[in-house]
C-alpha cells in the first residue's frame, strides 16, 4: 500500500461529475452531450433501441412522425443526483482517507476529510450492486459485485480494468485473500433455478467464473463471511448457522478443497452477525479460533467465543451456553467487533450507538443520533467507526473520543412513499418540492424528521422536516425544521401508538425568493379523542380536530436559512375548527399567496408593517413584517351542492398574475369538473366552465393562455381565450379509483414544452384478470401544437416534476430518492440568462480564486452622530423580526446581546 495516498489524491479533489448530462443507451446524439472524463470507461454495449422509447405508451409500433420529432428534438437524461444508499456495509481505505459507499447501480467515493464527493463508479444498465470491497493486495483496486458480474475497477482514476461474468444468480459474497500462492478469491451464495443455494469459491483472475461448488442447501442462506484465510466460512439464513471448516484452500486444484459443514439452530432469529479471528494462542486449539456476534430481533446479543468448541462442538459436553448480552429494546440492526477484540459495538431502532466493555460488563452510550442505525463498519486500523442511519446519512466517528470527523448526507426523501394510506385524507402522495427560483441548483423538498418504526410496524411518514440539496454538486446544503418535531424525544406513546409529527402538505415560494409560505397539518389519534363525543364513530373521531397551520418564512441572507414570522392557526375554519387547505399558490410577481380550503374560502394573503407599541421603528429599513389576509372569496355559491365540504382541489396563477384559476370537483357528474377564473386584485370570479376535466383535480398549470389540468381521470387542456377543451390520450393511465399514483404535470415557459409523467398498468378493475405491472412514462409535447416530441420509460415511480425556468430542464425525483435532468440540447443553445444572484455568486467565486490584479478604492468610513442610535440599531439586528414564539433561548439571546454591546 502506497504510504502516500492521501497526498496523492488531493489533486483530484474536484466537483462530481454525476450531475452532468449523458443520453441514455441507443440515442444517436449522445456525443453531442457533454459527458464526463471519469465515467466514461466502462462502455457499455451498444444494444438494440429499447422498445420503451419507441413505443407508445397504448403498445402500438411507433410512428414515423414521433421518431422525426424525436430526431428533431434531442431530449436527453442527466445522470442520476441523490438516490437511497443500500444497506451494504460502508467501506473505508487503511489511510481512512476515502469512504466507499454504495447506491442500488452505483458506488461513490468521499474524501473524509472534506466530506465531499469525488467520483462515482456507474454500473450498467440494469444492473444492481450487491457488494463492494477494497482489494487487500492493492489499495487503488475495487472490486463491485452484480447479480451477474464481478467488476474489477481502479477507483483512484474511476476506470474499469476488468470484468468477468457468472452464470448463476448471485445474492450475496465476500472477498478472502486465500493463504497458499496469496490469491483472491470470492465466496459468493448464488441462487440455483430449482430454488436452492449453493456456494462457490471463484478465483478472481479469470474471464469467466466457473467456481468451486462446495456446499448446497435448500435453506434460504442470504449472508456470509469468511475468516482465516477462506478455512472459515459462515453463512446464515436468519434462523440456522452453518459452518465451513477446511485445512487449505487450493483453487487449482477444486477436487482437492473439501469443506466439513456443521449446521446449528439460534435459539431466535438473527438480523446480523459479525466474525473476528482470534490470534491468542492461550487457547490451546491446533485450528483456526473465530469468535462470533450474533444479534437478534427480540434486542439480544449472543456471544460464542471459539465457535468451533462452543456452538459447533461435537458431542454436548463441550458445547457451552453463550454470553448473552441486553439493551435494545428492538431487533438489533447490526452488531461489529472491535480491532483487539475488547469490545461489541451495537445498534437498532434507539438511535443510540452502545459500546459494550466485555471485560468489565460496562456499556458507554452515544445517544440521540438522527435516525436508528442501519450498519456500523469498524475502519482497517480501529481507529473510526462508520455509522449508517436510516436517514440517509452516513458518520465517521473517532473511535476514542466518539466525535464526527466526517459526514455525509443524500437526500432524505422517504423512498416508501408512495406505499402508504392516509386515512385522514383520500389525496395520492408525492413528494412536496420545489426549485429556489434565484438558485436552480438548490432543490427544497420536505422530508421526515425521523424514520423510527412502531409495534404497528411501517406508518405513513410525516414530512415536516426542510432539506435543501444542492443537485448540480450532489450535496447537501441544510436542514431545519417546518413544524414541530420529536427528534429527540420518546416517539411512542404509553399504549405503543406512534406519536406523529405534523405533516406538511403544501409549499411554495415567491418568485423572488424571499418569501416561502408552508402549510402543516396534524391529527390525534383516535383514540384519543374518543372521550370527545360519542355520537361520531371512530373512523371520523381524527377528522374532528385537526390543527392546520399557515407559515409564512422569510429568507435570512446572512444565516442562510429561512426565518418564521407569521404563523396563522386555522386559515380556514368551518363550526370553530380548523379546515384543511387544499390549494397553496405564490402569485407571480409580487409577495403574495393564495389559499383553498374545504370550507370552499379562497383566501389572499400578502405582507403588511407590523407595528411595535411604544418603538419607534422604521419599517422600511428593519423590515418588520406579518401577513394577514387582504380579501376573502367565497366560492360556495359556485359549487353544486355547498353542504359537503371539499375532498380535493387545486389553484393556480397565470403568468402574469392576474388571474388565479380554481379546479373544483363537481358533485352533479364525474365528468363535470368546474374551473373557476378569479381576478387575483378584487377577487371577483368573472369565468365559470364547467366539462375541462372529468374525476378529482391534482394539480393545474398556466402556460400562456392555456391552462392545464391533471385529474384522477383526465389530463385537459383548455384555450381560455377560444374557449377550447383538448384532452390529452392517456390509455388507462389512471383510474378514478386508484388515487395511489396522480399524473405529475410541469411547463416551461422558455422551451414553450409541457411535461407529463403517468402510470400505465398496474390496476385492474376485473379481479379474474391478471394485474399487469406498473409502468411509468415521461412524455413532453410541444405548445401550442401539443404534438409528442419525445418519450421515455421511467425505471420507478416519480414522485414529483418540476421546471427549471432559468435551464429549460426538467427535474424528475423518483421513489428511490434520485433526481434526474430532462433537457433539450437545441433549447440549451439558447439560454442565454441566469438569475442575478447565482451570476453574482460565480462573479464572487472567481474573484476569490483568481488574485485581483487591480487595486479597488477603500470604503469611505460610516461616521455615527448618536452612539445610542448605533447601540440600538446594534440590538435590532439580534432580536430581527421574529416573532416571540419562534425566538431562541434566553441563554442565546443574552449572549448576543453582551457580544453585540461589546463589539459596539
Not at 188 to 215: C, M, P, T, W, Y
Not at 874 to 879: E, M, P, R, S
Request: neutral net charge; hydrophobic residues 35%; aromatic residues 8%.
Amino acid at each position: 500500500m502506497a504510504p502516500n495516498q492521501s497526498a496523492r489524491h488531493q489533486k483530484r479533489s474536484r466537483a462530481s461529475d454525476a450531475a452532468e448530462k449523458v443520453s441514455r443507451p441507443g440515442e444517436e446524439r449522445s456525443k453531442r452531450r457533454r459527458t464526463s472524463d471519469v465515467i466514461d470507461t466502462q462502455s457499455p454495449k451498444k444494444t438494440k433501441a429499447s422498445s420503451s422509447t419507441e413505443v407508445a405508451i397504448n403498445g402500438d409500433a411507433p410512428s414515423k412522425a414521433l421518431q422525426e420529432r424525436k430526431s428533431s428534438a434531442p431530449w436527453s437524461f442527466s445522470r442520476p443526483v441523490g438516490g437511497r444508499y443500500t444497506n451494504l456495509d460502508p467501506v473505508m481505505t487503511t489511510d481512512e482517507a476515502y469512504l466507499f459507499l454504495g447506491l442500488d447501480t452505483s458506488v461513490q467515493v468521499f474524501a473524509t476529510a472534506t466530506s465531499r464527493l469525488l467520483r462515482t463508479l456507474q454500473m450498467e444498465a440494469g444492473q444492481k450492486v450487491i457488494g463492494y470491497q477494497l482489494c487487500p493486495i492493492e489499495s487503488d483496486i475495487l472490486y463491485i459485485f452484480t447479480p451477474g458480474f464481478v467488476t474489477k475497477w481502479d477507483w483512484d482514476s474511476g476506470k474499469r480494468l476488468d470484468r468477468w461474468g457468472t452464470d448463476a444468480t448471485t445474492v450475496a459474497v465476500d472477498l478472502s485473500l486465500v493463504e497458499k500462492k496469496d490469491r483472491l478469491a470470492s465466496y459468493s451464495i448464488v441462487s440455483q433455478k430449482d430454488g436452492k443455494r449453493q456456494i462457490l469459491i471463484n478465483s478472481l483472475g479469470e474471464k469467466k467464473l466457473a467456481g468451486i461448488s462446495v456446499l448446497v442447501t435448500s435453506e434460504p442462506i442470504n449472508n456470509i463471511k469468511v475468516a482465516c484465510g477462506g478455512r472459515v466460512i459462515v453463512a446464515c439464513d436468519g434462523s440456522h448457522l452453518f459452518l465451513g471448516t477446511t485445512s487449505s484452500v487450493d483453487l487449482e486444484s477444486p477436487e482437492s478443497t473439501k469443506y466439513t459443514w456443521r449446521e446449528a439452530t439460534l435459539p431466535a432469529p438473527a438480523t446480523c452477525f459479525h466474525l473476528r479471528e482470534n490470534s491468542d494462542e492461550s487457547s490451546g486449539s491446533s485450528g483456526p479460533v473465530v469468535d462470533l456476534a450474533v444479534g437478534e430481533t427480540g434486542g439480544y446479543i449472543l456471544i460464542y467465543q471459539d465457535i468451533l468448541s462452543t456452538l459447533f462442538g461435537r458431542s454436548a459436553d463441550k458445547k457451552s451456553t453463550p454470553r448473552k448480552l441486553h439493551w435494545h429494546r428492538g431487533a438489533v440492526s447490526s452488531v461489529r467487533w472491535s480491532r483487539d477484540g475488547n469490545y461489541l459495538i451495537s445498534g437498532g431502532q434507539e438511535s443510540v450507538l452502545v459500546l459494550w466493555q466485555l471485560d468489565t460488563g460496562r456499556k458507554q452510550f452515544l445517544p440521540h443520533l438522527s435516525s436508528p442505525i442501519c450498519n456500523i463498519v469498524v475502519s482497517p486500523n480501529g481507529n473510526s467507526y462508520i455509522v449508517k442511519l436510516a436517514d440517509n446519512s452516513v458518520m465517521v466517528l473517532s473511535a476514542r473520543e466518539l466525535q464526527p470527523s466526517a459526514n455525509v448526507t443524500g437526500l432524505q426523501l422517504s423512498t416508501e412513499i408512495t406505499s402508504y394510506k392516509d386515512s385522514s385524507s383520500k389525496r395520492p402522495f408525492g413528494a412536496v418540492a420545489a426549485l429556489h427560483p434565484q438558485y436552480p441548483e438548490r432543490l427544497m423538498v420536505t422530508v421526515p424528521a425521523s424514520y423510527h418504526i412502531s409495534q404497528q410496524g411501517h406508518q405513513r411518514p410525516s414530512s415536516a422536516v426542510l432539506q435543501t440539496f444542492d443537485i448540480r454538486s450532489n450535496c447537501h446544503i441544510s436542514r431545519q425544521a417546518l413544524a414541530r418535531t420529536n427528534a429527540t424525544t420518546l416517539d411512542i406513546g404509553p399504549d405503543g401508538t406512534p406519536i406523529v409529527a405534523p405533516d406538511v402538505r403544501q409549499m411554495d415560494i415567491v418568485q423572488d425568493g424571499k418569501w416561502l409560505a408552508t402549510v402543516d397539518s396534524w391529527v390525534p389519534n383516535p383514540q384519543d379523542v374518543e372521550a370527545l363525543t360519542s355520537t361520531t364513530s371512530k373512523n371520523d373521531l381524527a377528522s374532528l380536530r385537526p390543527e392546520v397551520f399557515l407559515k409564512f418564512w422569510k429568507w435570512s441572507a446572512s444565516t442562510d436559512n429561512w426565518e418564521l414570522v407569521t404563523r396563522i392557526d386555522g386559515p380556514h375554519f368551518s363550526d370553530s375548527r380548523h379546515s384543511t387547505v387544499l390549494g397553496l399558490a405564490a402569485r407571480p410577481c409580487s409577495h403574495e399567496f393564495a389559499t383553498l380550503g374545504a370550507d370552499a374560502f379562497l383566501r389572499f394573503w400578502c405582507p403588511t408593517a407590523r407595528h411595535r407599541s411604544g418603538l419607534n421603528t422604521d419599517a422600511s429599513k428593519q423590515n418588520l413584517d406579518t401577513w394577514k389576509c387582504r380579501s376573502m372569496v367565497d366560492l360556495s355559491a359556485s359549487i353544486d351542492n355547498a353542504t359537503e365540504a371539499l375532498e380535493t382541489a387545486c389553484i393556480t396563477f397565470s403568468e402574469d398574475g392576474s388571474v388565479l384559476a380554481v379546479c373544483l370537483p363537481s358533485h352533479s357528474g364525474p365528468s363535470d369538473g368546474i374551473v373557476l377564473l378569479v381576478d387575483a386584485r378584487d377577487g371577483t370570479v368573472h369565468y365559470r366552465r364547467t366539462g375541462v376535466f372529468f374525476g378529482k383535480p391534482f394539480s393545474a398549470r398556466f402556460l400562456g393562455k392555456y391552462l392545464i389540468v391533471a385529474s384522477s381521470g383526465s389530463v385537459a387542456v383548455w384555450d381560455t381565450v377560444d374557449d377550447v377543451v383538448k384532452p390529452m390520450e392517456l390509455t388507462e393511465s389512471t383510474s378514478s379509483a386508484d388515487v395511489a399514483f396522480q399524473p405529475l404535470i410541469a411547463v416551461n415557459s422558455r422551451t414553450g414544452t409541457l411535461a407529463l409523467a403517468i402510470r400505465v398498468g398496474g390496476t385492474s378493475n376485473n379481479p379474474q384478470k391478471k394485474r399487469r405491472k406498473a409502468r411509468y412514462h415521461i412524455r413532453i409535447y410541444d405548445v401550442p401544437s401539443f404534438d409528442l416530441v419525445f418519450q421515455e420509460t421511467l425505471g420507478c415511480s416519480p414522485l414529483a416534476l418540476l421546471s427549471d425556468t432559468f435551464t429549460g430542464d426538467y427535474i424528475i425525483i423518483d421513489s428511490t430518492a434520485s433526481v434526474q435532468r430532462l433537457g433539450c440540447l437545441e433549447k440549451t443553445s439558447q439560454k442565454s440568462t441566469q438569475p442575478q444572484e447565482v451570476t453574482s455568486q460565480l462573479n464572487s467565486g472567481l474573484a476569490n480564486i483568481f488574485s485581483q490584479t487591480h487595486e479597488r478604492p477603500a470604503a469611505l468610513p460610516v461616521i455615527e452622530d448618536d452612539d445610542s442610535n448605533s447601540q440600538n440599531k446594534a440590538l435590532a439586528t439580534v432580536f430581527g423580526d421574529t416573532p416571540s414564539f419562534s425566538l431562541p433561548s434566553i441563554g442565546v439571546l443574552f449572549r448576543n446581546v453582551v457580544q453585540t454591546l461589546g463589539s459596539s
